[in-house]
């Protein structure tokens, strides 16, 4: 319609298309820890396995140089999250799972 005088300008509106290079993407948390060793040792996992991710909450940990020390400390800045492509979740837990299962054990010795 125009906006000066109401005239319909097209016979029906024109479909909207998702922008190109813009594809829908479900990213999902396969790991969620304030431990920056095991943050490292994930990103690398994914790496070799040529699984792409997103790391959300890495740099706040940092931001004012509290998120790293043991303690309840963690709790205020939120753990670090890392993200993959829906498709790629059981791979990528497959992955994970025994660096998580060795993080507990080691935990528990302590």
Not at 43 to 58: N, Q, T, Y
Not at 81 to 94: C, R
């Amino acid at each position: 319609m125009c906006a000066d005088c109401d005239v319909q300008l097209v016979a029906e509106q024109p479909e909207s298309e998702p922008e190109k290079g813009q594809p829908d993407i479900e990213l999902l948390t396969v790991l969620e820890t304030s431990d920056a060793g095991l943050v490292a040792i994930a990103k690398s996992l994914l790496e070799d396995a040529e699984i792409p991710f997103m790391v959300r909450g890495e740099y706040i940990q940092d931001l004012f140089g509290v998120g790293r020390f043991p303690g309840k400390i963690n709790v205020l800045v939120g753990p670090v999250e890392l993200k993959v492509n829906a498709q790629d979740k059981d791979e990528a837990l497959a992955i994970l799972e025994g660096l998580m299962k060795d993080s507990f054990a080691g935990d528990n010795s302590n």
